[in-house]
T-cell receptor, first 113, second 108 residues
Framework: GAVVSQHPSRVICKSGTSVKIECRSLDFQATTMFWYRQFPKQSLMLMATSNEGSKATYEQGVEKDKFLINHASLTLSTLTVTSAHPEDSSFYIC?????????FGPGTRLTVL | AQRVTQPEKLLSVFKGAPVELKCNYS??????LFWYVQYSRQRLQLLLR??SRESIKGFTADLNKGETSFHLKKPFAQEEDSAMYYC??????????FGTGTRLTVIP
């Protein structure tokens, strides 16, 4: 199956700083990528749909100015958590879809001190 | 609005016993349903999708529109089946909507 990578796998930052997470589709081109958030022992919650060359579509309740998404190419989408606070600590997972299905990255664990 | 319900957070069965992970959905459109699995320390991966009607690793799932269910079944559980299982619904907006997941433990 297709491979989706994420970098970094984990990050610890101070409150108020911004953190960028990269998501890449390694062996296929993804016009659409998805960003999910997963709290401990809870399900994946879709945050936004990232479209190559256009603005991301955010789910209700997700602050677009807080979670900046850029999909600059067919293989790369980035999520920037701006002015991070402890409540932003979570597991962030990206996903990309091709004709065979939807494939997930390994996730990035963000801890905001 | 769509909803995916997995009533069991935890499920334990003995090796060799049958296993059924329940999933019920609510969706106004024509549903397309999936089961995803996450093994320990691994990423989420697709297990099966209802439209392909396939059997993967001995698992099957049948879409029952009358009962709005998509239960995952396996006749003889194996230890390597221990994992987190998520039922998911693909909406008309092409977004995957996940249930809360069931952690399956197969006891040797």
């Amino acid at each position: 199956g297709a491979v989706v990578s994420q970098h970094p796998s984990r990050v610890i930052c101070k409150s108020g700083t911004s953190v960028k997470i990269e998501c890449r589709s390694l062996d296929f081109q993804a016009t659409t990528m998805f960003w999910y958030r997963q709290f401990p022992k809870q399900s994946l919650m879709l945050m936004a749909t990232s479209n190559e060359g256009s603005k991301a579509t955010y789910e209700q309740g997700v602050e677009k100015d807080k979670f900046l998404i850029n999909h600059a190419s067919l293989t790369l989408s980035t999520l920037t958590v701006t002015s991070a606070h402890p409540e932003d600590s979570s597991f962030y997972i990206c996903s990309a879809r091709d004709s065979l299905g939807q494939f997930f990255g390994p996730g990035t664990r963000l801890t905001v001190l | 609005a769509q909803r995916v319900t997995q009533p069991e957070k935890l499920l334990s069965v003995f090796k060799g016993a049958p296993v059924e992970l329940k999933c019920n959905y609510s969706y106004s459109g024509s549903p397309e349903l999936f089961w995803y699995v996450q093994y320990s320390r691994q990423r989420l991966q697709l297990l099966l999708r209802h439209i392909s009607r396939e059997s993967i690793k001995g698992f099957t799932a049948d879409l029952n529109k009358g009962e709005t269910s998509f239960h995952l079944k396996k006749p003889f559980a194996q230890e390597e089946d221990s994992a987190m299982y998520y039922c998911a619904l693909l909406t008309g907006a092409n977004n995957l909507f996940f249930g809360t997941g069931t952690r399956l433990t197969v006891i040797p």
